[in-house]
């Protein structure tokens, strides 16, 4: 009797074992591993922001550029919406402390333009004044030629981007010193760049 039962112990043990182990196998094999999404996002807070001696707020931005094509060379320009949904306007944002001109330069278009591309010097510094805040800024513009252009970015559900045309881009931007800037970003592009940029500086609404 006492060999019996433990015949059937060892039987029922092997089974369950093999079962487990069988389905334990299994699972690793068909279960599909879960890639690690990482979404960008953008920078918060102004515990960063630099400052000028004069107390303006610092703002470093781009205008994003292309050609129509290799055999045109006509540029067409990308703008964004502002963020409170009137007007379109370049990418553009805070310079912090822990990142060069250039970097924020390109961090300011990847997040609000969903933009790549290379960096060229800069057009110029302009001073404005902001609605929101009835301060001064200090703005730095730079040319980015265009070379990668995200389906996703951090800013997607709050902006739209148009590509448009010089004319168009000049015909419905609100502010002057952006303006400027392209007026710089064109002249160097008709006549060459002789290695010196053009520092312009207005005061106006800008948000």
């Not at 699972?27 to 000028?52: I, M």
Request: hydrophobic share 30%; with cysteine; glycine share 8%.
């Amino acid at each position: 009797m006492g060999m019996f039962l433990s015949r059937n112990v060892i039987v029922a043990c092997r089974f369950f074992c093999h079962h487990v182990f069988s389905s334990k196998v299994a699972g690793d094999f068909l279960t599909t591993p879960k890639k690690k999404v990482e979404r960008l996002a953008s920078r918060t807070g102004r515990h960063l922001q630099r400052y000028d001696d004069e107390g303006c707020r610092q703002v470093v931005g781009c205008i994003p550029y292309r050609y129509k094509s290799s055999n045109n060379r006509e540029l067409e320009v990308l703008m964004i919406s502002a963020q409170n949904g009137h007007g379109m306007q370049f990418p553009k944002g805070g310079w912090e402390m822990d990142e060069s001109m250039e970097q924020a330069a390109l961090r300011e278009t990847l997040e609000e333009a969903g933009v790549e591309g290379d960096v060229q010097n800069m057009l110029g510094k302009w001073r404005y004044k902001s609605k929101r805040q009835s301060v001064l800024h200090e703005g730095y513009m730079f040319p980015l030629l265009v070379n990668k252009q995200l389906e996703d970015w951090p800013e997607k559900n709050i902006r739209k981007r148009t590509w448009m045309s010089v004319s168009e881009a000049k015909e419905i931007c609100p502010h002057a010193w952006m303006k400027e800037a392209l007026d710089e970003l064109i002249y160097r592009h008709e006549d060459g760049y002789n290695g010196s940029c053009s520092t312009g500086t207005c005061t106006e609404s800008c948000t």
